[in-house]
């Protein structure tokens, strides 16, 4: 039909790709090498709980070598951040927070460009820590959280599992939610979701400083 490539073009806006810089596509290849190490040093060491002498010397071998894989990939990675100025910085800040380690931060710098450049709850909606509603007329279902960065959301709720117990503020948050009868797994949602606005604070503000 005549002129209808024309009116699809202007009801529907294509969004391009936004290209990714060069130093942050690096940082995500090698935590991506760093996952997949990872990985496979769960599945070895799995196998070994079950193996038999003669296997288990063989899985033994691959566990050590795969260990030591992982150190040198986490020692690139700490070394490539260091290397630009602006990662290093932000990692810098975002390590500040206790709880939040050297893998965390540099997920973060690799697959949250928009830390700090927007609000916060549309950052958290971003990585797929926001609640949202699954309501049907009058009835009231519980919210549930989907959707977002699974990579990063996997390491935010390692980081959120150890706030809740090491840092006084987070543990603090995450006991008074427990305490009005909360369920554990919610609770620790809660905790990434403070977690991301105070990360997303810190890069966005340099003049804000953590209560000590």
């Known amino acids: 039909m005549p002129g209808c490539c024309g009116r699809y073009g202007q009801k529907i806006q294509l969004r391009l790709a936004v290209p990714v810089d060069a130093v942050v596509a690096t940082l995500r290849e090698l935590l991506?090498?760093?996952?997949?190490?990872?990985?496979?040093?769960?599945?070895?060491?799995?196998?070994?709980?079950?193996?038999?002498?003669?296997?288990?010397?063989?899985?033994?071998?691959?566990?050590?070598?795969?260990?030591?894989?992982i150190q040198r990939v986490e020692k690139m990675i700490r070394q490539h951040i260091d290397h630009d100025p602006d990662l290093g910085k932000k990692s810098a800040r975002l390590q500040q927070i206790k709880g939040v380690g050297p893998v965390l931060a540099a997920t973060l710098l690799a697959y949250v460009p928009e830390l700090g450049k927007i609000e916060s709850p549309q950052l958290s909606s971003l990585i797929g820590v926001a609640p949202h509603p699954k309501d049907s007329g009058k009835s009231r279902a519980p919210r549930h959280v989907r959707g977002g960065r699974p990579q990063v959301r996997h390491v935010l709720y390692m980081a959120a599992v150890c706030a809740a117990r090491c840092n006084?503020?987070?543990?603090?948050f995450y006991q008074r939610?427990?305490?009005?009868?909360?369920?554990?797994?919610?609770?620790?949602?809660?905790v990434m979701?403070?977690?991301?606005?105070?990360?997303?604070?810190?890069?966005l503000d340099p003049n804000f400083n953590l209560a000590h």
């Open 32 to 69: 991506e090498h760093r996952r997949a190490l990872t990985t496979q040093l769960s599945e070895v060491e799995s196998r070994l709980a079950l193996a038999g002498p003669t296997l288990a010397k063989l899985l033994g071998r691959q566990r050590t070598f795969l260990g030591q894989q």
């Open 168 to 172: 006084p503020i987070f543990a603090a």
């Open 177 to 190: 939610l427990r305490a009005n009868g909360k369920p554990a797994k919610v609770c620790l949602v809660a």
């Open 193 to 203: 979701r403070k977690l991301v606005c105070l990360m997303n604070r810190l890069i």
